[in-house]
């Protein structure tokens, strides 16, 4: 009997259609990024909350015994209820909740919402997580690299990351990415490698992230 060989390089997967996420299941895949616009409504609310200059870094762990429970998000963006849009904004994030959750059968969900000036993690490296989803709903979007543009024994040494622009990959605002860490089972070695972005002088991000705790 034959073992089963992996692919020895990942890869990743990129689309306008949101059945492309899916693809993030399978071997050898690292990354799948849905290439979506957020309707105007959702960018404009994004938009007015990072004008208010507030910070913002909220945390809250969902439970979801069933594929299709609501999760709960009573006081996320709570203070931003007077904003045009902050319901369709709430909804699209319940929205993306639940699709994470279908698609990893997961009862138990990790939410972070930040409003970001700086570049949180500012040299490449690779999460020791299983599977993440990323979005920014406002401002610059996550870096990432395709397999071989940097060592991965030297994640974390300045020096050896790349310096040309063009081998440098760039989530845009809107874009809802699936990447693959660590600690996903066959993906060790091949977690998705990439970095914080560094806004532009005067400018943030909003910024969610999703984990799969259970």
Known sequence: MFALQLPKVS??????????????????????????????????????????????????????????????????VAQYADLPGQAAFLADVAWLVRAYACLLDAQRIGLRLRALDKAMCPRFHVDHVPLRLITSYAGVGSEWLEEGAMPRSRLGQPDAEPTDEAVIQRLDTGHVALAKGEKWQGNEGRGLIHRSPQPPAGQRRLLLTLDWLA
């Open 11 to 76: 890869r990743q997967v990129l689309g306008a259609d949101i059945q492309v996420l899916g693809e993030v299941l399978h071997d050898g895949v690292n990354l799948a990024v849905w290439q979506r616009r957020l309707p105007a409504q959702i960018a404009d609310f994004a938009d007015a909350l990072l004008a208010q200059g507030e910070p913002l870094a909220h945390s809250m762990t969902l439970e979801l015994p069933r594929a299709d429970s609501e999760p709960n998000l009573s006081g996320l």
